[in-house]
């Protein structure tokens, strides 16, 4: 499973996930996606095959719908929260590095949305 870090999350987050082996890369790893819309963001993921790991629920989850509705293949969505993962910790990256190691050892594919605990 590949992994693309919404720009909320810090390249060095990918960078460990890449030492540990997975395929992982942040938005703003990614000139031709940094500050880009999360539609657009939306459509390069699922073109290129990514999940989509992201807090930002009130925009992600609407794409998702309309493109179920419409019949159309989405990203998969991996949510995190800012309750379970304050972007403000010093401790948050390394913490999120451990729950995505995990989930990428354990899990081969994820489909829909998954919320990373």
Known sequence: MKLLLDEMWVPAIAEALRDRGHDV???A?????????DAAIF???????WAIVTENVVDYRPLAADAMRAGRPYP???????RAYPRASRRTAGRLVRA???L??????I???HWLD
Request: charged content about 25%; glycine content about 8%; cysteine-free.
């Open 111 to 113: 489909s829909g949305e």
């Open 29 to 37: 790893e990614r000139h031709d996606l940094r500050g880009m819309p």
């Open 100 to 102: 995505l190691d995990a």
């Open 104 to 109: 990428l050892t354990t899990r081969d594919a």
């Open 76 to 82: 998969a969505l991996i949510f995190t929260s800012n």
């Open 25 to 27: 890369v942040a938005v």
């Open 43 to 49: 459509e390069a993921a699922l073109a290129e095959g």
